[in-house]
């Protein structure tokens, strides 16, 4: 089975307007840490936010939120008021065990979000 | 802000050629790591390095990959006998200790990322 799962491969939204990135993941873990990164086409992982498996509030910064469901295994990012700059491929990932370990990331296989004027 | 950053940018190289990515990780940061990205594929994990020695690596990280931490700063990925599908983005990660419950001391930045061509 996926650990990380995107089921969107592309998204259009328009300019301003807000939109939701899923994101759905799988693990036994108790302890697990999820990320967003934006990869725009010059290829950098840009970090966005994180969320923790005990963090009891969504996490935010700035326009982005995460949506973190627990119960349902989602953490879905949302980016409000979008912008031109916002297309890009983002993806999910999923870090399983304790923080303090050097554990390995696990990749979605990314959403390409394409913001329209 | 401190960041992640890798050299070169770019590389072609022959097949069967040794190749080194190197790395300078955000000073103080603890944890480093490589990840690859084949062109239009998922971001895979490759190897994970703390206190100078490998603690995880995955099936991909075969032995013509080696990592090295030659001196208090640089982080490199050496790939000994190059093969076409070596091709991809190589990135190079890290991040700070143990800092439980403090969110900054989990997230794993990375860097711009080498590209590497294999002809």
């Known amino acids: 089975a996926q650990k990380i799962t995107q089921t969107q491969p592309g998204m259009f939204v328009q300019e301003k307007e807000a939109v939701t990135l899923d994101c759905t993941y799988d693990t036994s873990d108790q302890s697990y840490g999820l990320f967003w990164y934006k990869q725009p086409s010059s290829g950098e992982m840009i970090f966005l936010i994180y969320q923790g498996s005990y963090d009891e509030q969504n996490a935010t910064e700035g326009r982005y939120s995460l949506n973190f469901q627990k119960a349902r295994k989602s953490a879905n990012l949302v980016i409000s008021a979008s912008q031109l700059g916002d297309s890009a491929m983002y993806f999910c990932a999923m870090r399983e065990g304790y923080d303090n370990a050097g554990n390995m990331l696990t990749f979605g296989g990314g959403t390409r979000l394409m913001v329209k004027p | 802000e401190p960041e992640v950053t890798q050299t070169p940018s770019h590389q072609v190289t022959q097949m069967g050629q040794e190749v080194i990515l190197r790395c300078v990780p955000i000073?103080?940061?603890?944890?480093f790591y490589w990840y690859r990205q084949i062109l239009g594929q998922k971001v895979e994990f490759l190897v994970s390095?703390?206190?100078?020695?490998?603690?995880?690596k995955s099936e991909i990280f075969d032995d013509q990959f080696s990592v090295e931490r030659p001196d208090g700063s640089n982080f490199t990925l050496k790939i000994r006998s190059t093969k076409l599908e070596d091709s991809a983005m190589y990135f190079c990660?890290?991040?700070?200790?143990?800092?439980?419950?403090?969110?900054?001391?989990?997230?794993?930045?990375f860097g711009e990322g080498s590209w590497l061509t294999v002809v």
């Open positions: 990660a890290s991040r700070p200790g143990s800092v439980r419950r403090l969110r900054s001391g989990n997230t794993i930045y």
């Open positions: 390095f703390y206190n100078n020695e490998i603690s995880e």
């Open positions: 000073s103080n940061h603890l944890y």
